[in-house]
């Protein structure tokens, strides 16, 4: 049945031409003519449509989007040739239209098309939700729309329908036409998503338009797609390739600071969102000594680019630099360790982000490493931001083979570890100005109880490598009962941010470095139960499903109204069950966090549940030729289920197609390459010569 389909959808192509008005570069007519079509092209639609024989389908699509073409018009006269021929209309994007008011358009951000009607099939069933970004649309006053554009909360269905929320028709009936207010055959260009719902929407109009309910896409087109299907086999070489495309990317995509440019980077670095163009494809790239930005935004524009977020974090210098330095080791490359060192010359000496108060040893503030270059005057301090840059320099330490930073990594551990409470909680954010006025003291003697890995553990983590190195005892002692006070609260108390699974991914990690100092029955229990709690989540691709946490929990404001979407930092999901993974808060750190684990213990579940994830990160890392600046990359959101870079976009500044370059690029590399070389970072760090420095500083700054 279904090849008879095929042969009559063929058949169809062939013996019946579509006359088609818009340029031989649109989408559509690309895919028409790639499917096999038999189309004929015109530049006008007068002349389409007096070309067109009886019964035909002909296609107006928008031709200078987005801007309105004054040459996509519909007078009364054609309009009444078309009847009279009984031609089956698509027109979009019209300049005008008998009967139909077409204000100036509107650009849109955060709406996303909603289904309206039954006529797309049970696949896409009313109140189904897909994203046509970067939306410009004419706000035409019309009833009963088959697909209209709102923003609405909701995975991929409007979940709280559309009553509350401004709604713009984007498909509609009249006079017997069908026309959208919007570009919808700039599907590939503006990267429409998910593709599985956008290919229905296009099957629909060309089965409008030919009368054919048979008709069939065979291939879709996309940009931007995962390097590998969800069953594709695995070439033995498909790691490596992942690393070196992966390290690839930071060239790619240009992040490195240009010392000519950075008059355009502090313009858009200082803004809020600190959101910018492309760094210009002609211009020299930096070489890491003016630091390296962020990466994309996940705001995706009408002609499928993405705008570059322009901060300069501590973290991301310190994660890039470690990256850098692991591929460079692996892959013999000087310039990736010299970039690295260079970043991380700029981190510690030329940025202010360890400046005037962070410089003084007789300060409170001594050791600590600022969030970000921005905002000089106020510097925030995030002990998982700290930890995350540690570890990043000390790890790109160990692949440089010096141990020229051990005494402001020292300084730094210890930093945190005097701004930690009895119970060696840290909590979210310290401010320089309140620590120099209440001393180091005041933190360290404070009682504090804040379970929340994602800001807590990772510090932990360092305060037992570090107590490893140089067996001070308060390090060890303070981080087992914090431990031990969290792992009891554990799940009901533990407060979550976008999603549980982020917690659990950052809690492995002391965990199976707490075996690593103290290898007792309780602390591998403890790993053991945190491994299978997350890996219960894990799909047979690999991909560790997203778990909202218990209500009422979590960090951000709850999508309680469809205004609320977009309004703060959020989830994927709107609800547990719908099957996403992130890069950004999970999937990465679990790789690496897992990692740690099966090399501490043997344990072979652990690495079973290793080379899954890792197998699916290699599978879904970006490819692209139209967008160098996406190829290698990883987005953070992946549909396991679709097998397609698809979520909820709700999250504001981190959503569904961000990249960044220290988060999400640099722990998916480190970890790729020491899983490809059956190592672990405890191992990579363990020949650390940090405690010379570390028992100077333990004197000097712990008194």
């Not at 004054?70 to 009984?86: G, M, N, Y």
């Not at 945190?530 to 946490?549: F, H, K, P, W």
């Amino acid at each position: 049945m279904i090849c008879l389909v095929c042969c009559i959808t063929q058949a169809y192509a062939i013996t019946k031409p579509l006359f088609f008005c818009g340029s031989t570069k649109n989408d559509l007519y690309r895919l028409l003519v790639a499917e096999g079509w038999s189309v004929k092209q015109f530049d006008t639609p007068e002349a389409a449509i007096h070309a067109a024989t009886a019964g035909a389908g002909v296609c107006i699509v928008a031709g200078r989007y987005p801007q309105v073409d004054p040459k996509i018009r519909i007078t009364d006269a054609l309009l009444q040739e078309a009847k009279q021929k009984h031609l089956r209309l698509y027109l979009e994007y019209p300049a005008a239209f008998p009967g139909l008011d077409l204000p100036k358009p509107v650009e849109t951000r955060l709406e996303r098309g909603v289904v309206t009607s039954e006529v797309f099939g049970a696949t896409l069933p009313p109140m189904s939700v897909m994203s046509i970004h970067n939306c410009f649309v004419q706000p035409v006053t019309v009833d009963n729309p088959l697909l209209v554009l709102a923003k609405v909360v909701g995975f991929d269905k409007a979940e709280y329908g559309l009553k509350d929320t401004k709604t713009y028709p984007l498909l509609f009936e009249k006079d017997q036409v069908l026309i959208s207010a919007t570009a919808l055959s700039n599907f590939e260009r503006g990267r429409y998503g998910p593709a599985a719902s956008v290919k229905q929407v296009i099957t629909y109009i060309l089965s409008r338009i030919t009368g054919e309910a048979a008709v069939a896409i065979k291939h879709w087109p996309m940009d931007v797609q995962p390097m590998f299907d969800r069953n594709a086999p695995l070439p033995a070489s498909a790691r490596l390739n992942s690393i070196r495309k992966g390290t690839d990317w930071f060239y790619k995509g240009r992040f490195f600071v240009n010392r000519d440019l950075k008059s355009d980077w502090v313009k858009f670095g200082t803004i809020d969102p600190p959101v910018g163009p492309p760094v210009p494809a002609g211009v020299k790239d930096g070489n890491g000594s003016e630091g390296i930005i962020e990466g994309h935004t996940s705001t995706i524009n009408y002609d499928g680019t993405q705008q570059y977020r322009y901060w300069l974090r501590a973290d991301v210098q310190g994660e890039v630099s470690m990256a850098l330095s692991a591929a460079g080791s692996l892959l013999h490359n000087k310039d990736y360790r010299q970039r690295a060192r260079n970043i991380i010359h700029f981190l510690l000496e030329t940025s202010n982000m360890r400046s005037g108060a962070k410089r003084d040893s007789t300060s409170a503030a001594y050791g600590l490493i600022a969030w970000a270059t921005t905002n000089p005057s106020v510097y925030t301090f995030y002990g998982d931001d700290n930890s995350r840059a540690i570890l990043g320099v000390l790890g790109a330490a160990a692949y440089q083979h010096t141990g020229e930073w051990d005494k402001e990594m020292a300084a730094a551990i210890l930093a945190n570890f005097r701004t930690t409470g009895k119970e060696g909680f840290r909590g979210e954010r310290l401010e320089e100005p309140d620590i120099i006025k209440n001393g180091w003291q005041f933190y360290q003697n404070r009682s504090l109880i804040h379970p929340s890995p994602h800001f807590e553990s990772w510090m932990w983590a360092l305060y037992l490598w570090l107590y490893d190195k140089t067996k001070y005892e308060p390090l060890l002692t303070k981080t087992k009962n914090a431990i031990r006070i969290t792992m009891e609260a554990y799940p009901d108390n533990w407060r979550w941010g976008s999603s549980m699974q982020t917690q659990r991914a950052r809690m492995i990690l002391p965990l199976a470095w707490l075996v690593r100092v103290e290898d007792t029955p309780e602390h591998r229990a403890w790993l053991d139960k945190m491994v299978n709690e997350i890996t219960r989540y894990q799909d047979e691709s690999g991909a560790i499903r997203e778990e909202l946490g218990v209500k009422g929990k979590g960090m951000f404001n709850p999508l309680n109204a469809n205004k609320d979407y977009g309004s703060d930092e959020g989830s994927l999901i709107y609800k547990n069950g719908e099957k996403v993974s992130c890069m950004l808060y999970t999937c990465n750190f679990a790789l690496f966090s897992l990692n740690e684990a099966a090399q501490a213990t043997g344990d072979k579940k652990y690495k079973a549940a290793v080379d899954k994830l890792s197998g699916f990160l290699t599978r879904i890392q970006v490819q692209s030729k139209k967008h160098p600046d996406l190829d290698g990359a990883w987005f953070r959101a992946f549909d396991y289920g679709r097998w397609d870079y698809w979520a909820s976009n709700s999250d504001a500044g981190w959503g569904a197609w961000c990249t960044l370059s220290g988060w999400i690029q640099s722990w998916i590399v480190t970890s790729q390459i020491q899983i490809e070389q059956q190592q672990s970072y405890w191992d990579v760090t363990k020949k650390s010569g940090i405690n010379g420095p570390a028992q100077s500083l333990i004197s000097s700054m712990l008194k």
